[in-house]
């Protein structure tokens, strides 16, 4: 293959291609260097990201591919995000995982990337990064885990650690109990089984375009995937021959059909700060307004925890993301490409529906509107989003008083009180929990309601924050507030006491107080006091640099593409 941008490495006797190719060797005959192209796989298997552990026998499947077609596979690992493990968020890392892949992926003498990631952030990362490379990229998802069970009843990953720990905080089930049913509830490699997060964005990098197709949603310890991986292997060789790079994969029909996808699904609202910071890598003008002008009109057909029953390996037997796409072919871009070349509905003819009680047809839908709901109001001049399929119907209209909290640590230690000042008509204000707040805009949304309020049998309440809530929880929950409550704006100035007003239909958010009302207060105390100003470090750079979430919460300065030339040498 010729015109490859590893031959700027290893081309010609000059000196420095001599090094190159000598520490390169190690069993790496002649031909290896001799216009072959060279495949990173961007990997993100570690043991402290234990949703992605397996991702390293998926890479020897991928290797099998490259070589098989020609080119030289090369494992990179790249800074890896376990959701549950890594403190005080995942989200805090994700921008600094895209710069540190980006960055390498530009040092070093590859001409194309196969990107291996699962949990919450390692897609999304993984994806911001190689748009700002711009060299061919394919991404395999890691899949989910297999269905565990409890006691005879399948239990959704996440989901039902916040069903099951609301339960022991309302008394009707007890410590011992939980803490059994904690062994069933990871049964097998791969990410988390319910529409979280990672099954989202597995979902949405396939419509966005950038798997093969049909390898979305396949189980983590499906055989099916690694067979994929191997034919992936192969596709990226092809993508370098052809200079198919994400700056011509990744255009505005691809996010239309993301934000499609997203809805159909039932997906994580986490979707659209990833979705925004993927597309302001690429110069698409995606913006908020977008996914509520794309997606509220598209019915929800995948019957999933945490909005419904199923699991992810239901999906795949129900027939798949395919299935799903197949029902709503006429909302999607007909022009979006994926990285086979070839427009994402040419994949989607022969696909069936095997379970209606799974994935229900366009005509039988589990809600006919089923995207996320934009809001804007006094109290969310910039935007915030709810996703009306996870809230309870008769809270959708909503208007009572609030009960505000500074900090998350503020909620921990006031929500047990039994004399705290709430009702079941109150609205619950968490804020402090925006990117630069915490930092890092932390999974904190899905606030747990008053134990006084569980026993009277209450299981919802409207909460609003400008942070995140996990893929996997549910609820009357209005997120990611813009401006966050840190960066100034209304959020920072409202009482416990004042009276606010959701109303999802009109897509209004509002407290009730004048502009003069609201201009006149102080930011509160308590939370400017607990706002986090980190003196050094990746923080330090994050707090001072991070956007909003209502533009995906990326640093202003990694908005874009630097492309993959690197022109100086240092032998
Ligand atoms: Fe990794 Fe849920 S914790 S996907």
Same mark, same amino acid.
């Given at each position: ?6 031959? +700027? ?14 520490? &390169? ?14 495949? #990173? ?54 921008? &600094? ?6 960055? &390498? ?23 911001? #990064? #190689? ?52 062994? =069933?509830?990871? %049964? ?27 390898? #979305? ?24 021959? +052809? ?10 029909? =691809? ?21 925004? !910071? ?30 419904? %029953? ?33 427009? *994402? ?49 008769? *809270? ?27 009702? !079941? ?16 805009? $932390? ?62 239909? %009109? ?14 207060? $102080? ?23 991070? &956007?909003? !979430? ?22």
């Amino acid at each position: 293959m010729t015109g490859l941008r590893s031959a +700027a490495w290893y081309a010609g006797h000059r000196r420095d291609a001599y090094i190159h190719r000598a520490w &390169m060797r190690r069993g790496l005959p002649d031909s290896a260097f001799a216009g072959r192209p060279q495949i #990173a796989i961007a990997n993100t298997a570690s043991d402290l990201t234990p949703c992605n552990s397996h991702l390293d026998e998926v890479a020897e499947h991928v290797k099998r591919g490259v070589w098989e077609a020609g080119g030289v596979p090369l494992n990179l690992p790249v800074v890896s995000l376990g959701e549950t493990q890594v403190r005080p968020t995942a989200m805090l890392w994700r921008n &600094m995982a895209a710069m540190a892949t980006e960055e &390498m992926l530009r040092a070093n003498p590859v001409d194309g990337v196969v990107l291996l990631g699962g949990c919450d952030k390692t897609i999304p990362s993984l994806l911001m #990064a #190689a748009a700002s490379v711009d060299l061919p990229a394919v991404v395999v998802p890691g899949g989910p885990m297999l269905t565990g069970t409890f006691r005879g009843v399948p239990l959704g990953c996440g989901t039902d650690v916040w069903r099951l720990s609301e339960e022991v905080r309302a008394g009707t089930l007890s410590e011992r109990d939980f803490h059994e049913s904690e062994s =069933s509830m990871i %049964r097998s490699r791969g990410h988390c089984n319910t529409m979280g997060t990672a099954s989202t964005i597995g979902l949405l990098a396939e419509a966005l375009g950038t798997t093969l197709p049909g390898t #979305a949603g396949i189980p983590a310890a499906d055989s099916r995937l690694l067979a994929r991986a191997h034919e992936t292997g192969r596709l990226v060789v092809e993508m370098v021959a +052809a200079d198919r790079r994400p700056s011509r994969v990744l255009t505005a029909g =691809s996010f239309h059909n993301a934000i499609v996808t997203l809805a159909a699904i039932g997906g994580s609202t986490n979707a659209v700060v990833h979705l925004l !910071a993927i597309a302001g890598r690429l110069g698409v003008p995606l913006t908020l307004a977008d996914f509520d002008r794309i997606g509220a009109d598209v019915p929800l057909l995948v019957d999933l925890q945490p909005a419904g %029953r199923h699991l992810m390996e239901d999906l795949h037997r129900a027939g798949g993301l395919a299935a799903v796409l197949h029902e709503v072919i006429d909302l999607l871009d007909p022009d979006a490409l994926t990285v086979t070349g070839q427009p *994402l509905v040419e994949f989607l003819g022969d696909a069936r529906i095997w379970d209606p009680d799974v994935i229900r047809t366009r005509d039988a839908p589990l809600q006919p509107h089923a995207g996320i709901a934009v809001l804007h109001g006094n109290l969310a001049p910039n935007g915030a989003i709810i996703k009306p399929a996870a809230a309870s119907p008769e *809270l959708l209209r909503h208007r009572g008083r609030a009960v505000v909290f500074d900090s998350i640590e503020d909620f921990r230690a006031r929500i047990d009180d039994p004399d705290l000042d709430v009702d !079941a008509d109150s609205v619950l204000v968490l804020r402090g929990c925006g990117p630069k707040g915490y930092p890092g805009m $932390p999974e904190v949304a899905n606030l747990p309601l008053p134990p006084k309020l569980l026993r009277q049998g209450v299981r919802d309440m409207v909460r609003i924050c400008d942070g995140r809530m996990s893929g996997t929880a549910y609820g009357t929950v209005v997120l990611h507030v813009a401006p966050e409550a840190a960066a100034g704006g209304p959020f920072d100035r409202i009482r416990t006491g004042d009276v606010i007003t959701l109303d999802v239909p %009109r897509r209004t958010i509002d407290v009730d107080l004048s502009p003069d009302e609201l201009a006149a207060r $102080p930011p509160s105390p308590a939370m400017l006091a607990a706002v986090a100003r980190p003196s050094r470090g990746w923080e330090r750079l994050y707090v001072d640099t991070v &956007m909003g !979430a209502d533009t995906g919460a990326d640093l202003d300065f990694l908005v874009g593409a630097s492309g993959h030339e690197v022109s100086r040498e240092s032998h």
